[in-house]
């Protein structure tokens, strides 16, 4: 793959890398070489590094002293916590959302259908893409910009963990798009009791299935 849009190369390029490791293509502690990276991607090695960083921010590597940037592990207590901050971040993102005085529902209801569509192909990667569309769909109207920068930072380590429970047997993508749905609604409604309430149990369910398959792997 090579890239050529030269205003956002280092975020397209951190965007590929993370796309890997969210999905699990790239494992956790496995060491990504920048001239590697580079070559593969037809970019300079110093786009690759800038690349790097940003996927720090993202949580998704570490970048340590001789070893360069590592695969940042999958363990059950940082599982745990980045759901308890994810969660925080999401409920004041979609309370606030809901405290828009004019709140356009249309680009959230195109993220809904392609959910739909995603579910009855059983594609999970593309739920994965629909879900972070509709915080997307969020982010371009709320005037917050800490808030929003944060959410950004989290995202992504949230959608690894939920890429990750979506592999265990009881995961039903189903329930994901009735969250996202129930989700619109209690914003639409300015309901920010229902928006803690359905944030908290979908982020505590997906936790659960992704602890359970980490400590199974431990086991095995």
Do not use: W
């Not at 790239?26 to 070559?39: C, D, F, N, T, Y």
């Not at 940037?69 to 809901?98: N, Y």
């Not at 129930?182 to 505590?204: C, M, S, W």
């Amino acid at each position: 793959m090579v890239f050529a849009a030269p205003a956002s190369l280092t975020e397209q390029i951190a965007d590929h890398l993370g796309a890997d490791i969210i999905a699990g293509r790239l494992a956790p502690r496995s060491r990504i070489q920048e001239l590697k990276v580079a070559g593969s991607l037809g970019v300079s090695r110093g786009s690759v590094r800038e690349a790097l960083l940003i996927l720090e921010r993202r949580h998704l590597v570490e970048l340590l002293p001789r070893r360069g940037a590592v695969v940042t592990r999958l363990e059950p207590t940082a599982v745990c916590e980045c759901l308890e901050l994810l969660t925080e971040v999401q409920v004041l993102f979609f309370g606030k959302l809901a405290g828009l005085r004019r709140f356009d529902a249309t680009p959230f209801e195109s993220c809904l259908e392609l959910m739909a569509s995603a579910v009855q192909n059983q594609d999970r990667a593309a739920l994965l893409e629909a879900r972070r569309a509709f915080a997307g769909a969020g982010i371009t109207v709320l005037n917050s910009f800490h808030l929003t920068a944060v959410l950004e930072g989290l995202l992504p380590a949230g959608l690894r963990v939920a890429h990750l429970a979506a592999t265990h047997p009881e995961y039903d993508l189903r329930d994901c798009l009735r969250f996202h749905q129930a989700l619109l609604k209690a914003v639409v409604d300015q309901d920010r009791a229902r928006i803690r309430e359905l944030i908290g149990a979908f982020n505590t369910r997906e936790g659960k299935l992704a602890v359970a398959l980490l400590e199974a792997s431990a086991a095995a």
